[in-house]
């Protein structure tokens, strides 16, 4: 979905940045942060700099919030996966991000790659911080937005 299109149901969503692979929405007063990416696959530089980057946007207030609109994807990038993971989450959760909402791609494939990579991880770094975080599974950004 493209958010900018729908501006009336994001009212005080604004744009934070926007780049070639991604668009990302900030709403300080609910302290939410959206990312949609708007590309099938992102290289592994570009996505940590993308994230890097709303970094800052969390450093900068209270945000409590990630919504990550993962639909455009047509590639799973396990290293990519790994940094989100086990990095950039760590650190969002140090500055008091810990609630994430995901919509991914319709294809079942990309689900079940989540799946067996999310698996993987957590089998190779028992001292994650998942069982720290609110993760939820949404199919739309007005969903995640309410839950």
Same mark, same amino acid.
């Given at each position: 979905?493209?958010?900018?299109?729908?501006?009336?149901?994001?009212?005080?969503?604004?744009?934070?940045?926007?780049?070639?692979?991604?668009?990302?929405?900030?709403?300080?007063? %609910?302290?939410?942060? *959206?990312? =949609?990416?708007? #590309?099938?696959?992102?290289? /592994?530089? &570009?996505?940590?700099?993308?994230?890097? %980057?709303?970094?800052? *946007?969390? =450093?900068?207030? #209270?945000?409590?919030?990630? /919504?990550? &609109?993962?639909?455009?994807?047509?590639?799973?990038?396990?290293?990519?996966? =790994?940094?989100?993971?086990?990095?950039?989450?760590?650190?969002?959760?140090?500055?008091?991000?810990?609630?994430?909402?995901?919509?991914?791609?319709?294809?079942?494939?990309?689900?079940?790659?989540?799946?067996?990579?999310?698996?993987?991880?957590?089998?190779?770094?028992?001292?994650?911080?998942?069982?720290?975080?609110?993760?939820?599974?949404?199919?739309?950004?007005?969903?995640?937005?309410?839950?």
């Amino acid at each position: 979905m493209n958010i900018a299109a729908n501006t009336k149901e994001y009212q005080g969503f604004a744009i934070a940045f926007e780049e070639r692979y991604s668009k990302v929405y900030a709403n300080p007063e %609910k302290g939410i942060i *959206i990312c =949609e990416l708007l #590309t099938d696959y992102i290289p /592994i530089e &570009d996505f940590k700099e993308t994230f890097h %980057k709303i970094s800052k *946007i969390v =450093e900068s207030g #209270t945000y409590k919030k990630f /919504i990550f &609109d993962k639909r455009a994807l047509r590639a799973f990038h396990q290293p990519s996966m =790994e940094w989100y993971f086990l990095n950039w989450k760590n650190k969002m959760l140090e500055l008091g991000l810990d609630t994430h909402r995901k919509i991914l791609p319709e294809e079942k494939w990309f689900e079940k790659m989540v799946q067996i990579a999310k698996e993987q991880i957590l089998k190779n770094n028992p001292d994650n911080i998942i069982h720290l975080l609110d993760i939820r599974y949404c199919n739309t950004v007005e969903e995640a937005i309410e839950i």
